[in-house]
């Protein structure tokens, strides 16, 4: 019995919503939502808006079930989660960028994705002029001694743009404050009345390093919404792809990171066998981040003889020479000297943020959604899911690495069980609406997706949120009581997307 | 083990021969980039990165080229952190509205002789974010744009072409 239940119970359910309920609540259903989100019994998974409705995803971990509420017919706003429950704070503040609809009774009225900078305003809701006012009010830090730093858009790398508001005392940094949504592309509003075909290709594109997980969370909940029936080996090469992009990332992840500690040695070695993994998924599916090759209905790639002895030779050759790299971090004192202890994750921040991937493991936050909420082939795969509580640079570190080493069993798995067959089925006209809903571990987190198709099978709204969401404020948490210097090393151990944030 | 990976360090190179160099096309390519940035730019070509936007594919690949088997800085080619030091602003993404006027400070920033480069198919024309309220579609609609790279994203060795042709565009005299 979960909690949902009284939740979806006391509410209208949606009709032709999958594979989850969908429900229309009051108001005091809604309040009660957040209490027990406040109450840490449910998690968020996430809060998007429409024209007149807004609809919060709710995860009940303990159950292993998920759901959406929504509130609809609404008019200018309505009843603010974020007062109860601070997670929901920016994907309440960048709902009423674009839509308008105001959170009722939360304080902090300051525009999130909106930099005064469009054409209009409220671009999913009713359009209205620009805001003129360009002006934005960081949160004050008072005291003796202070100083702030100003930090980007433009940062120094080879990396994304965002803002960070330092105030330090010295080299210790008293608070952070990021701003963010310089990148973002106007991608919802895009997918409205684009066809499947177009969407998929937006949300690959709404955060590159994971175009593997946003094309296997949209084609799945494309699915979920038309009844569509995958075929077996395209399940399970959907799990491959996502393995290589889970490997890829988290390889170049342990590099960078250890390169931001003055590591240099491992950045090499890291890259070395990050490319290798990009060639074979090349050599495979016929692109090095396999963008597009995950499609509603399917795969739009097989994987053919040569690919699959690439990709054997490849998880021979990663097998190999991982260990060694595992080894040099384990025995390195002089890096953990910089890594342990640096850029705390409380783990009662990381559960009420429901942080995914490998900043929530790392902080005691159990949570995989191929296990938790396991999709096929995962359902079938055996892997484990590494868990620390340390919440430090180290241990984001170490779950990586034992990612890795899981991943790299799966790819085996896989590569071993894969069934023969067709690898695409046509998705069935339905001519009438339907919604669904997805959930797919990326390599940072859980990415969901939501969208509803009108009835000749376009999309009426889509909402695609990243795991970033959860995991930029608690950085600013980590870092606080940390020096400066070390924010770098903080930061690239978290690797949160921008694009996928600022969509 | 760590003694493993020192030995490695002294030894031939272990990572197998640039792959860029493997084909005899490519092989072309690294010739001619040495030969062409050593005339030019005094073997000497710094770059500056701007994401205007982009879904952070091409900020992989750019990543990528300073991998043991791209190698970029064995051409004189290198990332720098500030605008100040650059000869070349390399811009990915369709330009958000947000980030246009960073990279009109970006670009105002560096001094002259200056190149733009404009990475990945949304930095020509804003790709599949084209017409979104968001954007400006296209790197050349802010600062003026000298090359673009197209690819979605570019492989590494594609950027690696890219540049080449701007190091002709150079040499054919707007340098």
Same mark, same amino acid.
């Given at each position: 019995m979960s909690l949902l239940d009284d939740l979806i119970g006391n509410s209208r359910p949606v009709s032709h919503h999958g594979p989850s309920p969908r429900a229309v609540a009051d108001t005091s259903t809604w309040i009660s939502a957040a209490s027990r989100l406040s109450e840490g019994h449910l998690t968020m998974l996430g809060l998007w808006g429409e024209r007149n409705a807004v609809h919060l995803a709710l995860l009940d971990e303990r159950a292993g079930a998920t759901a959406i509420? &929504?509130?609809?017919?609404?008019?200018?706003?309505?009843p603010s989660i974020a007062q109860y429950h601070p997670p929901a704070l920016r994907l309440e503040r960048a709902l009423r960028d674009l839509t308008g609809l105001a959170p009722e009774g939360l304080a902090d009225s300051r525009p999130w994705l909106d930099h005064g900078r469009w054409d209009l305003r409220f671009?999913?809701?009713?359009?209205?002029?620009?805001? &003129?006012?360009? &002006?934005?009010?960081?949160?004050?830090?008072?005291?003796?001694?202070?100083?702030?730093?100003?930090?980007?858009?433009?940062?120094?790398? /080879?990396?994304e743009p965002g803002h960070f508001r330092f105030t330090a005392n010295g080299e210790t940094v008293v608070r952070l404050e990021e701003r963010l949504g310089y990148v973002h592309k106007g991608i919802e509003a895009l997918m409205t009345g684009a066809d499947p075909t177009q969407g998929l290709r937006l949300a690959g594109r709404t955060s590159g390093d994971s175009c593997v997980a946003y094309a296997y969370a949209f084609s799945r909940a494309v699915e979920a919404a038309l009844g569509v029936k995958v075929p077996p080996r395209a399940v399970w090469l959907r799990a491959l792809m996502a393995e290589l992009e889970r490997l890829a990332n988290h390889l170049g992840d342990i590099g960078a990171i250890c390169n931001d500690a003055a590591f240099a040695l491992m950045l090499a070695h890291c890259a070395v066998l990050r490319e290798l993994v990009l060639r074979s998924a090349d050599a495979a599916f016929g692109h090095r981040l396999m963008r597009d090759r995950?499609?509603?209905?399917?795969? &739009?790639?097989?994987?053919?003889?040569?690919g699959k002895a690439g990709l054997r030779a490849l998880h021979a050759e990663l097998c190999r020479k991982f260990p060694a790299l595992v080894d040099l971090y384990d025995n390195t004192a002089s890096?953990?000297?910089r890594t342990v202890g640096a850029g705390v994750v409380e783990s009662g921040l990381a559960g009420q943020y429901g942080a995914g991937g490998y /900043?929530?493991?790392?902080?005691g936050r159990d949570f995989d959604t191929r296990r938790n909420l396991a999709y096929a082939p995962y359902d079938q795969l055996s892997f484990e899911v590494p868990l620390l509580r340390d919440g430090d640079v180290n241990a984001r570190i170490w779950i990586r690495i034992r990612e890795v080493e899981q991943s790299l069993s799966l790819m085996e798995q896989i590569l071993d069980r894969l069934p023969d067959g067709p690898f695409l089925a046509e998705a069935p006209a339905v001519n009438e609406v339907r919604e669904g809903m997805a959930l797919v571990e990326g390599f940072r987190g859980d990415v969901l997706a939501w969208l509803r198709l009108s009835p000749a099978g376009k999309i009426e709204r889509c909402h695609l949120r990243d795991p970033s969401w959860f995991q930029w404020p608690l950085l600013e948490a980590a870092i606080k009581d940390n020096i400066?210097?070390?924010?770098p090393l903080c930061n690239k151990s978290f690797n949160c997307s921008y694009s996928g944030h600022d969509l | 083990m760590r003694k493993l990976l020192f030995e490695s360090l002294i030894r031939p190179p272990l990572t197998e021969p640039a792959p860029v160099s493997a084909d005899v096309a490519a092989q072309e390519l690294v010739t001619a980039i040495n030969g062409?940035?050593?005339? #030019?730019?005094?073997r000497s070509l710094a770059i500056r990165f701007v994401d205007a936007g982009s879904c952070n594919g091409c900020e992989l690949e750019a990543q990528a080229l300073g991998n043991a088997f791209y190698d970029i800085e064995r051409f004189g080619m290198r990332f720098v952190a500030s605008p100040r030091h650059a000869d070349v602003l390399m811009v990915t993404g369709p330009v958000t509205k947000n980030m246009a006027e960073?990279?009109? #400070?970006?670009?105002?920033?560096?001094?002259?002789?200056?190149?733009?480069?404009?990475?990945?198919?949304?930095? #020509?024309?804003?790709?599949?974010?084209?017409?979104?309220?968001?954007?400006?579609?296209?790197?050349?609609?802010?600062?003026?744009?000298?090359?673009?790279?197209?690819?979605?994203?570019?492989?590494?060795?594609d950027i690696l072409k890219g540049l080449l042709a701007l190091l002709d565009h150079v040499s054919e005299g707007t340098g």
């Open positions: 509420l &929504s509130l609809e017919e609404l008019q200018n706003g309505y671009p999913l809701g009713k359009h209205s002029a620009p805001a &003129s006012a360009l &002006s934005y009010a960081f949160l004050p830090a008072d005291g003796k001694n202070l100083h702030q730093i100003p930090v980007g858009p433009v940062h120094a790398g /080879i990396i995950i499609v509603p209905g399917g795969v &739009s790639a097989d994987l053919d003889n040569n890096l953990q000297d /900043i929530g493991r790392a902080a400066v210097a070390d924010f | 062409k940035a050593y005339r #030019r730019l005094g960073a990279l009109e #400070r970006t670009y105002n920033a560096m001094p002259d002789p200056k190149w733009v480069v404009a990475l990945g198919d949304c930095a #020509r024309d804003g790709g599949c974010f084209a017409g979104s309220y968001a954007v400006v579609s296209g790197v050349s609609k802010i600062v003026p744009v000298d090359l673009h790279i197209s690819g979605c994203p570019p492989s590494p060795t």
